[in-house]
């Protein structure tokens, strides 16, 4: 009997075969390519569907620099679609409807190649644009971290603060965060505290001069 785990696995082996003649990188069951400023993925989800997820890399590069992570990331293009990324709403979705691994894997290809060499003009790199070009039913609270990065690598500094400061404050509803050592500060007994990215980027503005310091509280 097939697993659906032997189907997983089938699937992501056809996928490595087809894309070796796409330019493309295989992640798991995805294939991921970046053109110019934009990097993407289409991901096969529930083996019935296959997602197209787009950003600017740039939205990635101030997140690694803010997390104090950017060493650990790695240099290939399939780093923009792990843990430490910033999230993006669903751009398109396709049905698949057919149980062949083989068939799968070309469904996920023949997706990402309705949308291969048009990326830096079909990819929204401002985030509400993005946000509202969704097909997915995501909420607006999926994706605080992505607005404050947005705001940021656009040159919004007090956007991004105000955003991080309600969130810390607990007026405003996020449902995703991540969370790292802040390498470049100690507390009052020489560690390095875990924060939330919320407060790294707040520390982020401050040390590189973009908004005024805070008090530190004193723990």
């Not at 697993?3 to 699937?11: P, Q, S």
Request: charged share 25%; with cysteine; glycine share 4%.
């Amino acid at each position: 009997m097939t697993t659906l785990a032997d189907t997983e696995r089938a699937v992501g082996k056809a996928l490595r075969d087809l894309a070796k003649c796409t330019g493309m990188r295989v992640f798991q069951r995805s294939l991921i390519w970046q053109e110019d400023d934009i990097v993407a993925e289409v991901r096969l989800h529930g083996l019935s569907e296959t997602f197209l997820f787009a950003k600017p890399v740039d939205w990635d590069i101030w997140l690694w620099d803010i997390l104090q992570t950017t060493n650990r990331m790695g240099r290939t293009v399939t780093r923009h679609w792990k843990t430490f990324t910033t999230p993006v709403p669903i751009l398109e979705r396709r049905n698949v409807r057919t149980p062949d691994p083989e068939a799968i894997a070309a469904a996920i290809r023949d997706h990402a190649q309705l949308w291969q060499g048009m990326l830096p003009d079909r990819v929204p790199r401002d985030f509400p644009a993005m946000f509202a070009a969704r097909c997915g039913d995501e909420r607006a609270w999926h994706f605080v971290l992505t607005e404050v990065i947005w705001h940021i690598s656009d040159g919004r500094f007090e956007a991004a603060q105000e955003i991080c400061e309600t969130v810390l404050s607990g007026t405003c509803d996020s449902r995703f965060s991540l969370h790292a050592t802040d390498y470049l500060e100690t507390d009052a007994e020489g560690r390095h505290p875990h924060l939330t990215f919320f407060e790294l980027a707040l520390r982020h503005l401050e040390r590189s001069g973009r908004i005024a310091p805070r008090p530190r509280p004193v723990i």
